[in-house]
């Protein structure tokens, strides 16, 4: 899930989980396991009282409500809207958990690991009063094919049988690998074996569509909602509305409480203002709460205010991953690329983000938090080391791209200045989002030779740390190999380590490939961000957890 400054974009297995091959498990999904946070021994209760308007302020200009089209994980907008077949249970203090949804458990497997199978929960319906059935799962899936409504977590792509190739339903073409034997069944033919099956069940893809609602051009703006939510007003640039679906049934949902009778989008908000406008806490903003990461000013300015900082919320354990790609295809000498790893001052990086209040210097791909990670620290800061490895060497400019914005421009000038101490030649190229994914995940490699990213794993999983940054399958076409790393033998390690259904050896690979690839330095691990958000005084059940550093917008309510 790759995070702007505006979040867009994993633990046991809830439910009955791969039981015929349960036997062979010491956890439901082996790349999931338990997260290895430091959660309190206890969970805040959680305040449960209905009403009122919550208003969420953003500096985005658009949500976009199409589960095809969509990135963010369970606990976030989307899941106010749109259920899956299985989904997260986040509370404060506790670990993620995954759970079933719209499914009565978290999916079946057979004893190869192969096929997975659902039964679908009785009284499920969308807004309309029309009931869920298996093959509005099925479509919903088979839409997110199409070409024209790419963008969205693509996991079930390369994993389910016979789809290479396939490009949605709207020809009238199907999948043979997503059977639906009966309104209540649904059966997934995989390729390969994956044990983070069942987390990758809960991504927004997994939402029903009903056929003969979906219309492509508009799905994103008028969703037909499955959830506690609809959609009733909705105005590109300024505002969102959801309020109550009255088809919704909280006896079949474990984890949306459904509080606020009614949540608004302000949408395209300056993020000095929102954090202002927070920290002053008056009339309707006490109902209100920031979906931006608090910036490094606003912070210090929050921390000094006693009210306001009593209302921040923070993740210090863990936090996204933010990482400096190498271009592997342009900077192709590996000691120049360890020089560049040497050379980085993390602590440099990490004071241009707050200090330690804003993040963590870091030095493995796998963020904290999740299951099975190693510590080890491959390039400590080392100017001296830096200089020796680049003696002799020719190196030409290096053009660092990065996004237009607060954070990420003040890591990119962070990491210029060591590489200039290193003598290194750098020039930062600041560009608008949509520029900075169509020259670094869409383009072909040639305008940049570094670029500031940022990275939080789609589910608690290393599979989903290491596989989007590092597989080639990952370059081009919005993949999220922007170091473009391509090595045959990774490859294999990945695919191996993603079909192993025993969590302590699979676990164990993850960690060993995190290390194996760190040593051709493709990417230089900068830091662990903490991500902090403000909130009014009258938000309630608002909590930031080590994983995945967001917001469960699923439980917030308000105090009368």
Known sequence: MSLTSSPTRRSFLGGTCM??????????????GSSSTSASAGATALYTATGGTVTVLTSATDVNWDPAKSQPVAIRELGLVHRRLTTWNLQDGKEVALVADLATDTGTASDDGLTWTYTLKDDIAFEDGTPITSAHVKYGLERSFAPALA???????RLLAGAEGYEGPY??????????????????HLERVDADWPWIAATPAFAPVPEDKDDPQ?????????GPYKVTSYTQGSSVTLERNTSWSQATDPVRLALPDSIVWQLAQDESTVSQRLIADSGDDKSAFGADFVSAAALAQVTANAGAKARLATST???PLQYLAINTERVTDLEVRQAISYAVDKAAVV?????????LAATTYTIPGIPGREEYDLYPHDAAKAKSLLEGKQVDELVLLVKNETAPQAMAEAVAQSLTEAGLTVRIDAVASDAFY?????????????AIGMWNPDYPSAAAMIQPLFASSEIGSGGHNMSRFSDAEVDAAIDAAQSDLDAATAQDAWAALDKQIAEQAPVVPLAYRHNSFLHGSKVTNFFVAPYPSLPNY???????
């Open 171 to 188: 020809d009238g073409q199907h999948l043979d690998s997503i059977e639906t034997p009966d309104d209540k069944t649904i059966v997934f």
């Open 317 to 319: 354990e863990g936090g």
């Open 19 to 32: 039981a015929a091959v349960a036997a062979t498990l010491a956890a439901c999904g082996a790349n999931s």
């Open 218 to 226: 508009t799905y994103a703006s008028h969703p037909v909602a499955s």
């Open 438 to 450: 169509a020259r670094g995940t869409q383009g072909d490699g040639s305008t940049y030779d570094l």
């Open 351 to 359: 004071s241009a983000v707050g200090g330690e209040a804003g993040a």
């Open 554 to 560: 699923l439980v917030i309510g308000l105090t009368a």
């Open 151 to 157: 963008g969205g977590l693509g996991y079930h792509k």
